[in-house]
Structures are given as C-alpha cells and as structure tokens.
C-alpha cells in the first residue's frame, strides 16, 4: 500500500484532520460546563464536527488505497456536519443574542446612545442572575444602566459610580468597616438591605461589584451562600442580580461553583 496522491494532497488532509480533531476535543472537555441550553449546543457541534473527523480520516485513507471507495460516505458525512456545523453557527448567535446582548438603541445620523428598553415593572434582562468575570466591563454595564427606568440597587465599594442616573430609582450601599455603610462582615444587613430594596420595587436590577472586597472578610463558602440566597429571593420579586467577580482572585473550584449558579454575561 503506498500513497496514491500527490504528497500536498496528503499534507491538506492531515492539517484538516488535525484542526477537526482538536475542536472535537476542545468541545467534549467543555461538555457539561455550561447551563442546559449551552450543553446542548456544544453536544450537537461536537457529533457533527465527529461526522466531519470520520470523513477526514476516510479521505486520509483513500490517499493510500481503495481510490474512491469511500465516495459516497465521505459525501454524506460531509453533507450532514456542513448543515449541522450551519445549524450550531446560527443558533449560537441567537442564543447570545437573546440572552447576553441588552437591547441597544442607536440613533441613526447622530452620537450613538445607549439606552435599556424594558417593560414596568420587570427588568429586561429576563429576571436572572449573572455573574460576570470581569471587572474592566463594570464601567460598560453601568454607562448602560444610566439610561434604565427600572429601579436599580447597588453593593458596592465606590457609590459615587452609580450618580448621574438619569432615570429610575437608584440606591447604592457603601461597603466600608468606616460609619456611614454596611461592614463586609455583616452579610445579613446587606441581603436585608436588597431584600427590602426588591420588595419595594419589583422588577429591579441589583448589582455587586465588590465581591473581592467581601472575600477578604469572609470565605468563599460564606459569600457564596449570600449571593445564592440573594439570587433565590430575587427571582420571587422578579428582580435581576448581577454580580461581578475578578476571576484572578478565586480558584477555578470555585468559578465553576459559581457558573452552577449564575448565567456567565
């Protein structure tokens, strides 16, 4: 058995092989990583990119033997991951699209203005909680919010962030061991604090930015089980939690804790 092709013709068949099967493998180590609507993306990408390997390793083989025995399987094979790899590409960006975009507005002709469409009494990022590893994007989100007419409560270690909201009724909780806030130690005054802001105002947005600050005080185990009660009492009001975390302080135990919980944003 020797080789039948030209040797470029190998060497493209072996760099496709390669590239597939690395994706094949990037996707089944991320299975189960994700929420249930994520998890079924990646397991149809990753059957349909295995189609796709499987006809890249017949096309490999034809290069020593059998000329075009295998045709028609690499055909289908190739046919069914093109439509499902189609298929993935779509559903992925209405999938991000639908749950991770806000609702932009954009004034044609002018300086682009960000504004947060919502319906009274209900926030419009569909009463979840996020968690958001970054603290860079922080400043995004809050441009954002600005412009929101929805009630929004903030635990944070800067409150002069959160001035200049237009719209919408804005509190924010000042983190501090100094008088005039709320210790970080003191994690039943917060989850009062938000509870009490949420029954008053249903529909709102709660936000933390200083979960760092609070881990510095407290272990994980301790702030994980304020921000899981927090988000649980949240959804009876149908209210939002966002939560943002610098990812370069916590283990990678504890940030897939963390997306057990909460939806990545």
Known sequence: MGLIVPWYTLGMDLVLLLAIGYVVIFLYRRMGKYDSELNILIKYSFL????????????VIDDFCCGDTF???????????ILGVI????HYITLVERR???????????????????????????????VIFSKYRLADIIELLKSADF??????????????????????????????????????LLQDSILQFVQRNPGSVVVIDS????????????????LVNVKDY???FNATLMVFVD????????????LKEFEPL
């Open 71 to 81: 045709y028609a399987i690499e055909w289908a094979l190739y046919f069914v991951s």
């Open 100 to 130: 991770y975009m806000p609702s932009i507005a954009v004034e044609v002709g002018s300086k682009p203005k960000v504004r947060v469409r919502s319906s009274p009494g209900k926030s419009p990022l569909s009463m979840s909680a996020y």
């Open 151 to 188: 009630p929004i409560f903030a635990v944070t270690r800067a409150p002069d962030l959160y001035e200049g909201f237009n719209r919408g009724h804005v509190e924010a909780v000042w983190i501090t061991q100094v008088s005039g806030g709320i210790p970080p130690t003191a994690l039943h």
């Open 234 to 236: 949240l959804m009876a």
């Open 211 to 226: 979960v760092e600050y609070l881990l510095l005080y407290n272990d994980f185990r301790t702030v994980f089980k304020f």
């Open 247 to 258: 990812d370069a302080v916590i283990s990678p135990r504890e940030k897939s804790f963390l």
């Open 48 to 59: 349909f990119l295995l189609l796709a390997e499987v006809g890249r390793l017949l096309d």
């Open 87 to 90: 298929y993935s590409v779509v």
